[in-house]
């Protein structure tokens, strides 16, 4: 298995191999897909909140104009992806995995995909830093292999040295091949992203870690840098082992660093992102283009004619289908993201969004009804290919008894969601299921504990209070009787102690209140 | 266009408890064979009164207790365990033996801890242990094998004598390897002159090492298809041939040597076939590894200065009742963690 140049691996636990019908899509080439009349952008985060609208409704924009969001860095922005007029600032179904609507903004597109005037850097090596940052988080640039981190904050890790960057190019889920296409058609806008990203990092060497299954991405790779390594940054096939494309883990298998648990990968001095960013970024920063457009992979036999398309952000997913030739009539289910982590979508009316890598169209005989789960066997199946080394069947046993003191001393908030377990359970327990059942109720309940303590924050602040009006109240009453007392005895008030009788009057209305 | 949602992941499980456990029965036929070689058609009738047996009570339990019956039934799960009780039992056990044994082991051994899954025991040989308790005469009155008999009995003859109240005459019957080596150092009989016997002729007794052999190959099968980890034999097997070695060359006028004990009795059927037994073993890599050195201890500690012949039954049930612990104790370091 080894190829030339291969740099060593470093292996990691479990995993699972995975039949990759990657061929499907694959052969396609990359495609153009046309221009939607409707263009759908929402305006629902990563980070959970709603970027701020920049536009109106009758507006009319064009191309590349933000419409929404880069109040922050961690805020990125949203660019209308063609011109023409808002048509509505409402609520709609999102593509997210809770099925539910949010705030989206509706652009109807004049066909004539005006664009606003672009403007690059000369030299991106006479910039500083943190210029290019801000160019990044301009150009509205997030993560693409599907997290959607704000590419701006990461390339700026505070008070950390980053020597390593990798390019993850590692599609482990079967079916998607959006890296792949990008890859052998723009490679070297791959690179040429990330000598940027190196010169913004600072950092010393780039890998581009890409699965060894992909022959001719890394033909292309390497007729784009002369070799299998030069300029710091070298090619780097890994083994097609599921999930070896999850950050930590490609980290571990290039470098044999270990990100820890709760941290990030810049604590072991390196920054990671997708191939597809890398282009991302030599666009913004060189030719000064916003993200606008990304390359998704529809795929599954339940589409017609599967293949890889550069789309426009924004573009309804049955518009993309349809250029597909259509569903086949036993399209049964819809999933953004691969088969393993991806989500199901209940309609196609949703819009592909930055972080959408690839629509997968299953059918009945794919899906057909999950087989029945039985009783857990303990055989430690799910345990051997648990890529975090969790052991799944306690964690089972534990939040089917809803055990929140055990599940975090099995650490369950590691689990990484990847489905492995849940794939080689001859039981056929959907693991994946409990556990994001567990974290949510774990989430909740820390939610809750939240809500008592201010709750009895507030109790607490609001007893102190009242306990100082009380004996303000009780001084006040004291001093007017003693005033009171003086002045039957004749003499005359000063104006200090009228000033004391009149604070001690206030204090009731505010003791009222609370 | 609408299409119905589903929790990922979205692609099926190729594995299925059915096929696991239906690949142990499969790993079983050569070590049965050796056995039915060896020992006559007897160890056939037993296993199908067991299947009889158990799969009634399994059905019986699962409506008493308004579970689906197919799904289980189906499992062969209940069917591995009359297999595995049957073949621990002797050729010609009255079938009231058997019939009891596989009852206790489906019914106390399993659904009255909530079915498969939830039993901390190994259900076999909590009955083959039962049986041993309450039958001890009958338990350990085996046949001789294929060479040192005139000849096996016929089926007319085995039929008689498993479904007749009364048990074969003691002339027909013979204690194990393992057994007589027992008694006899017991009573005080030199090693070399019990091993002069026809019962014990080459690597661990005559008959044994060919029933061993069988599952030693059925066993491997099974590592090799990555059915059953192989911490728990090789740790097993291991520790019991460095226990039995160690003795052995210490007092080899009283000890066996380690290849009697390797390939004799119950420990290649124990190694592979028993202690992997999932629902009861420890699940943990390390775990597993210091489960199965247990066992292989507990076995020789059994057989050379227990009160039963061989030790594999009772070094599993007490393992069993340790396992849950030793999990917990040898969590792996998660991805990212320090190491407790
Ligand atoms: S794979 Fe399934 S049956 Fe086996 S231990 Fe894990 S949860 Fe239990
Ligand atoms: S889903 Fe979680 S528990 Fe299961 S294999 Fe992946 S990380 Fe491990």
């Known amino acids: 298995m080894a190829i030339a140049g291969m740099t060593e691996w470093f292996g990691f636990h479990g995993g699972i191999q995975l039949d990759t019908p990657k061929d499907l899509a694959a052969g396609s080439g990359l495609l153009l897909c046309p221009l939607s009349p409707r263009l759908i952008f929402p305006l629902l985060q990563r980070d959970g909140r709603n970027a701020k609208p920049r536009v109106t409704v009758g507006q009319r924009v064009l191309k590349g104009q933000p419409i929404a969001g880069g109040e922050s860095p961690g805020q990125p922005f949203i660019h209308a992806s063609s011109s023409g007029v808002i048509a509505a600032i409402d609520d709609r179904l999102l593509p997210h995995p809770s099925g539910l609507s949010g705030p989206c903004i509706v652009l109807d597109a004049d066909g004539h995909d005006e664009v606003v005037e ?15 940052a801000e160019r990044l988080h301009a150009a509205g640039i997030v993560g693409l292999g599907g997290a959607g981190f704000p590419t701006a904050v990461k390339v700026r890790p505070d008070g950390v040295r980053v020597d390593t960057l990798i390019l993850n190019g590692a599609e482990c889920e079967p079916y998607i091949s959006c890296d792949d296409a990008l890859l052998r058609h723009r490679a070297a806008e791959v690179l040429e992203g990330a000598r940027i990203l190196l010169h913004i990092l600072q950092a010393e060497r780039c890998l581009v870690g890409i699965e060894e299954d992909m022959p001719q991405a890394s033909d292309a790779l390497t007729a784009a840098l002369g070799g299998w390594n030069g300029d710091g940054i070298e090619i780097a096939p890994v083994p097609a082992i599921y999930p070896t494309g999850g950050e930590k883990l490609l980290i571990r298998v290039l470098t044999g660093r270990e990100v820890p648990a709760d941290g990030i990968p810049a604590e072991v001095g390196v920054v990671c992102q997708n191939v597809a960013t890398a282009a991302a970024v030599y666009r913004a920063v060189v030719l000064g283009e916003p993200l606008l457009s990304r390359i998704v992979t529809v795929t599954g036999t339940g589409v017609r004619r599967p293949g890889n398309w550069l789309t426009p952000v924004g573009t309804p997913i049955a518009h993309l289908v349809e250029q597909c030739g259509g569903y086949t009539d036993r399209a049964e289910r819809l999933i953004l993201g691969g088969p393993m982590m991806g989500f199901a979508l209940l309609s196609d009316e949703v819009p592909i969004t930055k972080s959408a890598n690839c629509v997968l169209v299953l059918t009945v005989a794919e899906t057909a009804g999950r087989r029945p ?5 303990r055989c430690g199946a799910c345990a051997e290919a648990c890529p975090v080394e969790l052991l799944p069947q306690q964690l089972y046993w534990y939040s089917r008894s809803d055990n929140p003191d055990r599940l975090a001393e099995y650490h369950l908030s590691d689990c990484i969601e990847c489905g492995c377990c849940d794939f080689v359970c001859p039981s056929h ?11 949510g109720r774990l989430a909740a309940r820390r939610r809750e504990r939240g809500q008592a303590d201010q709750a009895r924050r507030r109790f607490e602040a609001r007893q102190a209070r009242r306990q100082r009006e009380q004996q303000e109240k009780a001084e006040a009453a004291r ?9 039957s005895a004749g003499q005359v008030a000063s104006p200090a102690q009228t000033g004391d009788l009149a604070e001690g009057r206030t204090a009731s209305p505010q003791s009222r209140e609370s | 266009m609408r299409f119905s949602t589903a929790p990922a992941p979205h692609i099926q499980p190729q594995a299925s408890v059915r096929g696991l456990m239906l690949g142990v029965l499969a790993a079983l036929v ?7 070689w060896q020992f006559g058609a007897g160890v056939l009738i037993q296993c199908l009164l067991a299947l009889i047996a158990a799969l009634a009570c399994e059905a019986s339990m699962l409506w008493g207790r308004g579970r689906p019956l197919v799904p289980s039934l189906l ?19 009255p079938w009231w033996i058997t019939v009891f044994g596989a009852l206790f082991a489906i019914t106390v051994g399993k659904h009255l801890y909530g079915g498969l899954g939830y039993n901390p025991f190994n259900p076999a040989m909590l009955g083959y242990a039962v049986l041993l308790i309450s039958f001890p005469r009958t338990m350990t009155a085996w046949l001789p094998p294929t060479g040192v008999a005139a000849a096996q009995p016929g089926w007319a003859e085995l039929l008689d004598w498993i479904f007749r109240l009364t048990p074969p005459i003691d002339g027909m019957t013979m204690a194990t390897p393992l057994d007589t080596l027992k008694t006899q150092l017991g009573m005080g009989v030199a090693l070399d002159q019990i091993r002069s016997s026809p019962l014990f002729g080459g690597l661990a007794g005559a008959g044994w090492q060919w029933v ?10 099974l590592l090799w298809r990555g059915a059953i980890a192989w911490q728990i034999p090789a740790a097993f097997l291991g520790t019991l041939f460095l226990a039995a070695l160690i003795f052995f060359l210490a007092e080899p006028a009283s000890f066996p040597t380690p290849l009697f004990h390797l390939f004799g009795g119950a420990t290649m059927l124990g190694a592979f076939f028993i202690a992997t037994d999932p629902v009861t073993a420890s699940t943990t890599p390390r775990g597993r590894l210091i489960y199965g050195s247990l066992i292989g201890l507990l076995v020789f500690v059994i057989r050379s200065w227990g009160g039963y012949p061989d030790g594999v039954a009772f070094a599993v049930l007490l393992m069993n009742l340790a396992a849950p612990t030793l999990d917990h104790f040898t969590r792996p370091r998660p991805f990212g963690r320090q190491r407790r």
């Not at chain 1, 327990?429 to 974290?439: D, E, N």
């Not at chain 2, 050569?30 to 039915?36: F, H, I, M, S, T």
């Not at chain 2, 297999?83 to 002797?90: C, Y």
């Not at chain 2, 061993?212 to 099968?221: F, I, R």
């Open chain 1, 429 to 439: 327990i959907p693991l994946v299921q409990h556990f994001r059942a567990a974290k």
């Open chain 1, 118 to 132: 672009f403007a690059g850097v000369t030299d991106y090596r006479d910039e500083a830093p943190e210029v290019l």
């Open chain 2, 212 to 221: 061993n052999l069988g599952y030693l190959l059925g066993g491997s099968w």
């Open chain 1, 373 to 377: 789960a039985m009783a857990c066997i």
């Open chain 2, 30 to 36: 050569p070590g049965v064979a050796a056995q039915v």
């Open chain 2, 75 to 93: 499992d062969g799960s209940a069917a591995l365990t009359a297999v595995l009780l049957a073949v621990s039992l002797p050729p010609v056990a």
């Open chain 1, 479 to 487: 001093r007017k009787k003693e005033l009171l007392q003086r002045m």
